[in-house]
Nanobody, 127 residues
Framework: QVPLVESGGGSVQAGGSLRVSCAASGGYLGSRICMGWFRQAPGKEREGVVSLGRDGITTYADSVKGRFTISRDNAKNILYLQMDSLKPEDTAMYYC????????????????????WGKGILVTISS
């Protein structure tokens, strides 16, 4: 497990943009990895936002398609989530996850233990 640290959260008005980052100290987990972001709003279940497999294939939740974009900087070991056209319902704690799995999906991000997640960062969207 590689320690993950999120940054870049905050508060914006609806329609605005934010970019959150996830830095992995010591590098990612070799080549058998599935990475991505999930979120949890107060009183709600965890929701997978986007996954990125080692083959480069991405899967977005329907609720964020066309508005959120995942990317990675391999040289810096940083995973990004660009969030545009934000809505109040996007308000949540956002977590990055990197799990040692050849198979990648939104559900896979949370199928491993907390040691494979960052501690989360709060994103608040006001109407």
């Amino acid at each position: 497990q590689v320690p993950l640290v999120e940054s870049g959260g905050g508060s914006v008005q609806a329609g605005g943009s934010l970019r959150v980052s996830c830095a992995a100290s010591g590098g990612y987990l070799g080549s058998r990895i599935c990475m991505g972001w999930f979120r949890q709003a107060p009183g709600k279940e965890r929701e997978g936002v986007v996954s990125l497999g080692r083959d480069g294939i991405t899967t977005y939740a329907d609720s964020v398609k066309g508005r959120f974009t995942i990317s990675r900087d391999n040289a810096k070991n940083i995973l990004y989530l660009q969030m545009d056209s934000l809505k109040p319902e996007d308000t949540a704690m956002y977590y990055c996850a990197v799990v040692p799995s050849d198979y990648c999906s939104l559900a896979m991000l949370t199928s491993y233990g907390r040691e494979f997640w960052g501690k989360g960062i709060l994103v608040t969207i006001s109407s």
